[in-house]
């Protein structure tokens, strides 16, 4: 079972028109192509996070319903996210490590990276996205680590529904 976040992504992506070099321009891709990237995401951040991930099964793909998100004006589209709970690892840094470089050799932007969780926290947490805007994020500690994946928005009225 994948525990879905319904809150707003904050994924606004606000521009308009088409795509470069014939790549679909924002929002314009399917929700089936969105979606898939966004499994993707999340089941490669599983297998380089070295934790384990007991509730993820990258089959298990019934029950998302993505929240709002904007393209062009408030809150018309939509976007797929969740977050998931697995194991820890040993050195959440370097697992850090290991992750971001993972994600620069796919091209990811890597953006903050917080190393004081604050209180008897023992993780760190890494967010990075994707050129499509995708959002994702990885948070390993020694107790109790999380991956976060925020899919780009998508104008496609299929991702009204819910996953079956």
């Known amino acids: 079972m994948v525990t879905v976040s319904l809150g707003l992504s904050g994924c606004a992506v606000n521009q308009a028109g088409g795509g470069q070099g014939g790549e679909p321009g924002p929002g314009e891709r399917s929700a089936q192509e969105v979606f898939t990237d966004f499994m993707d995401a999340i089941d490669d951040t599983v297998q380089q996070s070295g934790a384990e991930w007991p509730i993820w099964d990258r089959k298990h793909t019934a029950g998302f319903f993505p929240p709002p998100c904007s393209v062009h004006a408030r809150e018309d589209g939509r976007a797929y996210q969740t977050q ?18 993972h994600w620069e050799s796919k091209g990811y932007k890597i ?13 760190i947490q890494i967010n990075a996205r994707s050129s499509r805007g995708l959002l994702v ?8 680590s999380f991956i976060k994946v925020v899919s780009e928005c998508t104008l ?8 079956t």
């Open 111 to 123: 953006g903050n990276i917080f190393d004081n969780m604050g209180g008897n926290t023992t993780g």
């Open 84 to 101: 998931i709970e697995g194991g820890p690892v040993d050195d959440p840094r370097a697992a850090v490590e290991r992750m971001k470089a």
């Open 156 to 163: 496609d009225p299929a991702a009204d529904k819910k996953t």
């Open 137 to 144: 994020q990885f948070t390993p500690s020694s107790e109790t």
